[in-house]
């Protein structure tokens, strides 16, 4: 792991480490919503370590407390789940090896290790980025969701904290260094107009996958400009092969 931090520039560290840190906040609020909303401490802490993912953690026990079943909580959760299998694609040079690292590095894969992967052109530093913070997620996420669980009802109301708020900051300020690419920017605004076209007619999770239609308009001949393309560094390969197998 030491090795590991040595690749890494300072600032991407540092990015790491507010990333942890707005997701312990968010995972507390996992851990003491699902406890005071009537669960037993095992159910988030269970969740956390098999599942790790937050937002298919919140749906899931979002439908349990409602009075849903665990069918169809365990389907809520596949579905916003479903996002990440083109992570998989543009990371997958990450994980290459044993097949017990690339079941560990499966887990591992969120939204934002692979936004930090994404941020990276060089294959060490790309392992590099992967690994720790799929660990340092892993870790935080799990104290911070026990510690929120034995919490539980104190914590009280956690809207009025403005945790909800955190996760999606947090990837809205990883992601924005990536929109002075044209062609990004413009897959970018597509998806988020599709997927707020759906909004009013899917349910819940599903416009976030409907958004993935934006990559049809990526790298497109004509998407970035000369001066755009001799400015900017290339593409990962696992990129493209993600953009390809879209098309």
Same mark, same amino acid.
């Given at each position: 792991?030491?090795?590991?931090?040595?690749?890494?520039?300072?600032?991407?560290?540092?990015?790491?480490? %507010?990333?942890?840190?707005?997701?312990?906040?968010?995972?507390?609020?996992?851990? /003491?919503?699902?406890?005071?909303?009537?669960?037993?401490?095992?159910?988030?802490?269970?969740?956390?370590?098999?599942?790790?993912?937050?937002?298919?953690?919140?749906?899931?026990?979002?439908?349990?407390?409602?009075?849903?079943? !665990?069918?169809?909580?365990?389907?809520?959760? %596949?579905?916003?789940?479903?996002?990440?299998?083109p992570?998989?694609?543009?990371? /997958?040079? @990450? #994980?290459?090896?044993?097949?017990?690292?690339? #079941?560990?590095?499966?887990?591992? #894969?969120?939204?934002?290790?692979?936004?930090?992967? %994404?941020?990276?052109?060089?294959?060490?530093?790309?392992?590099?980025?992967?690994?720790?913070?799929?660990?340092?997620?892993?870790?935080?996420?799990?104290?911070?969701?026990?510690?929120?669980?034995?919490?539980g009802?104190?914590?009280?109301?956690?809207?009025? %904290?403005?945790?909800?708020?955190?996760?999606?900051a947090?990837? #809205?300020?990883?992601?924005?260094?990536?929109?002075?690419?044209?062609?990004?920017?413009?897959? !970018?605004?597509?998806?988020?107009?599709?997927? @707020?076209? @759906?909004?009013?007619?899917?349910?819940?999770?599903?416009?976030?996958?409907?958004?993935?239609?934006?990559?049809?308009?990526?790298?497109?001949?004509?998407?970035?400009?000369?001066e755009?393309? /001799?400015?900017?560094?290339?593409?990962?390969e696992?990129?493209? !092969?993600?953009?390809?197998?879209?098309?």
């Amino acid at each position: 792991m030491r090795s590991l931090l040595r690749t890494l520039e300072h600032a991407t560290l540092r990015d790491i480490a %507010l990333v942890c840190l707005a997701d312990a906040l968010v995972g507390a609020s996992f851990g /003491a919503i699902g406890v005071s909303g009537g669960l037993p401490l095992w159910v988030p802490i269970t969740l956390s370590l098999l599942v790790f993912a937050g937002g298919s953690q919140f749906a899931a026990v979002g439908v349990v407390l409602s009075g849903g079943g !665990a069918l169809a909580a365990v389907a809520t959760g %596949l579905v916003l789940n479903a996002r990440l299998l083109p992570f998989g694609f543009a990371v /997958a040079d @990450v #994980l290459q090896g044993p097949w017990w690292r690339r #079941l560990l590095g499966a887990q591992l #894969l969120t939204d934002e290790s692979a936004a930090f992967v %994404l941020r990276q052109h060089e294959p060490r530093r790309r392992r590099a980025a992967f690994w720790i913070c799929g660990v340092s997620l892993f870790v935080v996420w799990n104290i911070a969701v026990l510690l929120g669980g034995l919490a539980g009802g104190l914590i009280g109301d956690t809207d009025v %904290l403005g945790l909800d708020a955190a996760f999606p900051a947090v990837l #809205l300020a990883l992601v924005l260094p990536s929109l002075r690419d044209r062609g990004t920017r413009t897959a !970018a605004l597509a998806g988020a107009a599709v997927a @707020v076209a @759906v909004t009013p007619f899917v349910p819940a999770g599903l416009p976030v996958l409907f958004a993935l239609a934006g990559l049809l308009f990526a790298g497109r001949p004509g998407a970035s400009s000369p001066e755009e393309e /001799a400015g900017k560094p290339a593409e990962p390969e696992a990129v493209t !092969a993600v953009k390809e197998e879209v098309r």
